[in-house]
């Protein structure tokens, strides 16, 4: 009896622990996704709270938006992916429209809106290909100096 059973853990020990480890892999998967869902949050608070105190249209408020400095270049060092393309900083008037020219209609500006479209959050879970295209996280705040200071010169973030 004991002869032909000697495999049998072997056998159940591959199909319990391949189960094991889908399932660990997948909660560590879950854990990757809800940071970076709650990084691209932060990314739109941060690019917001610059869209309200530096010039309109600086480079720096798409920049600081995901995690770089200044200057920093165009990709993200914090969430994979995220580029200063997916971040869409607008201007709103009192009634909360997208204002076409902000620079123009400067007086109007009430509100500042930074938003991160179209980004792609690919799972690695093994053997299985997800991706998901991201809502749109916006954050909204309103305008404060707009890179106007009372006295001197304007200068960028």
Known sequence: MRKR???LYLVEF???GGVFLLILFTLIEFGRALFVMNGLGEATRRGVRLAVVCPIGDAAIREVAIFNPSGG????????????ANVVVEYLN???TVIGNPTADFIQIRYARVRITNFTHTFLIPFVN?????????????RESLGIPRTGAITPC
């Open 5 to 7: 059973q000697e495999g």
């Open 14 to 16: 591959a199909i319990v």
């Open 73 to 84: 270049g165009g990709n993200s060092s914090m969430i994979p992916g995220l580029t200063t």
């Open 94 to 96: 009192a009634a909360g």
């Open 130 to 142: 997800i991706s998901r295209v991201t809502a749109g996280f916006p954050a909204t705040l309103p």
